[in-house]
């Protein structure tokens, strides 16, 4: 199957090495930044194409790595054109555009993936084997980290919150995301978070709360709080037969995605790493298996769609100051 990538920034030139990867044929990038889409192109081989329609046109997938208020518009133009989608994650902005997406595609009978990467790094999944062998017991406290800089030069569009939803919605959706695979339903969502009002202060931190149906609970730390070139990740689970630990600490913490030209330059975007095949390898893996071969997605439109619901549930929650009940028992 034939494949076009949209967007030439952090992410779709991590997705690019995984369909290089893939099996597929990947033909093609169209960018914004044409710059950017021409030095992909040259990286690996294949077409810059000027114009997206054109770049449709010509492939069986495409895969959406551009600013977050961009992807409905680019998705329901591809279901039209009955063309496959990768989109990385956040699905949308709000749940009623994320519905019309995952409506469009059911519709149009193709596929659309959400590119959830946490769920594909070697820790976290093997922590969600071992939950699910029973090998922790009773699920009882989940404790999730993740901490970066801000994003800086091409990428700062992601501090902007009308385009990315902000830290919340960008970067604590993937927790957000792993402990619902975790745990199931949530019954509740709580948040509290600050912001720095100079330029050296902490950019954006929050802790989210969370209550399930099953009475576990978890509690999410992020933020774009570091000084440039951190980024660090963990995970405690604990269960009535036992505890599961990670901290990323014991391992490197970042994968520059640089410019030739700026070799000593911080990456734009802070991309953890998981030390064994990079995780958006594996996740580019899996999507094509699963649209080639007809096999169930890892995540599913739907589970992007849930995990946005439970961000802006958060974001709810620091404007009012209150729990927000999702329903259910």
């Known amino acids: 199957m034939k494949v076009g990538i949209i967007g030439a920034g952090t992410m779709g030139n991590a997705h690019a090495k995984g369909w290089q990867q893939s099996g597929a044929e990947l033909i093609g990038v169209s960018a914004k930044n044409q710059a950017s889409a021409k030095q992909l192109a040259q990286t690996y081989q294949i077409k810059a194409f000027d114009d997206y329609q ?5 492939v069986d997938i495409i895969d959406i790595c551009v600013p977050t208020d961009l992807h409905k518009a680019m998705v329901l133009e591809a279901a039209r054109a009955k063309k496959h989608v990768v989109c990385e994650k956040p699905i949308a902005l709000s749940l009623e555009d994320a519905q019309e997406m995952i409506d469009a595609c059911d519709k149009a009978g193709v596929r659309l993936f959400i590119a959830m990467v946490v769920r594909f790094f070697p820790q976290y999944r093997a922590a969600k084997t071992a939950l699910d062998a029973g090998q922790l017991g009773d699920l009882g406290v989940i404790r999730l980290k993740r901490i970066s800089h801000q994003p800086i030069g091409d990428e700062a569009w992601f501090t902007t919150e009308e385009r990315s939803g902000g830290m919340i919605v960008d970067l604590m959706l993937h927790d957000l995301d792993y402990a ?26 929050a802790l989210i709360s969370l209550g399930f149906e099953n009475g576990a609970m978890a509690l999410i730390e992020g933020g774009w709080a570091y000084p440039p070139g951190l980024f660090r ?90 729990v927000i009940h999702l329903g259910g028992k």
Not at 188 to 195: D, H, L, Q, T
Not at 261 to 282: L, M, N, Q
Not at 298 to 319: C, I, Y
């Open 233 to 322: 990740t963990g995970i405690d689970i604990a269960g009535s037969a036992g505890l599961i630990e990670w901290h990323s600490d014991d391992s490197q913490t970042i994968k520059p995605f640089l410019k030739p030209k700026d070799p000593g330059k911080v990456a734009r975007v802070g991309i953890p790493s998981s030390g064994t095949e990079d995780p958006y390898v594996t996740e580019i893996k899996h999507a094509y298996d699963a649209i080639k071969n007809n096999k169930p997605f890892l995540v599913t439109a739907e589970d992007g769609l849930e995990a946005l619901r439970l961000a802006l549930a958060a974001k709810e929650s620091l404007k009012t100051g209150q």
């Open 54 to 58: 054109e770049l449709l046109d010509s």
């Open 180 to 205: 619902r695979w975790l745990a199931g339903k949530v019954k509740r969502v709580y948040a509290k978070s600050v912001r720095g009002k100079k330029a050296d202060a902490p950019g954006d931190y």
